[in-house]
């Protein structure tokens, strides 16, 4: 089984199309096979797709495009999407299906800093109930894991965060 590539970034809007164009190529240079994008703050959610992303997922707010959060799939990667939860608040999607013939549940979440630990704990209660087979769960927490990767430096795009999984 091939590795897979994970790239997760705050990308704290995406409307402004030379952004949008910047961050995808950013990706394509880290060879990302699987994009989580956090606050991307879309109005359309067609937008990535012309980026050569058919199987894009997401969950975007009714009320506001103040989070909202994406999973984005390169065509070259054999996935098979069986199911998508969405939050009506933009918080998290959870897409669950088979890459490369390999069971997994693919998450996205989105942890606003204004949450509260009930929020939280409901939050991620639904993520768990909701996943099967290998779980690739990224986003942003608004907690800090690795200070040698998590900053708040006004240099962002040294953030994202980079992942190789095996599947086996």
């Known amino acids: 089984m091939r590795n897979i590539t994970l790239v997760s970034m705050n990308v704290n809007g995406m409307n402004n199309p030379i952004k949008r164009s910047k961050v995808i190529l950013k990706m394509r240079k880290l060879n990302a096979n699987a994009i989580y994008l956090q606050e991307t703050h879309l109005s359309q959610e067609d937008k990535l797709k012309k980026f050569g992303y058919r199987n894009s997922y997401y969950s975007t707010s009714k009320k506001s495009r103040k989070r909202e959060v994406a999973i984005l799939i390169k065509n070259s990667v054999n996935f098979e999407c069986s199911r998508e939860i969405r939050d009506s608040e933009g918080r998290y999607i959870i897409v669950r299906g088979k890459l490369e013939g390999e069971a997994v549940t693919l998450i996205n979440l989105y942890i ?16 768990m109930s909701e996943s099967e087979g290998t779980v690739l769960c990224a986003g942003d927490f608004n907690v800090v894991f690795d200070h040698r ?6 240099n962002r795009s040294k953030n994202s965060l980079r992942l190789k999984i095996s599947l086996n």
């Open 112 to 127: 606003p800093p204004e949450s509260n630990q009930q929020n939280v704990k409901t939050l991620l209660t639904t993520v």
């Open 149 to 154: 990767i998590d900053t708040t430096r006004t």
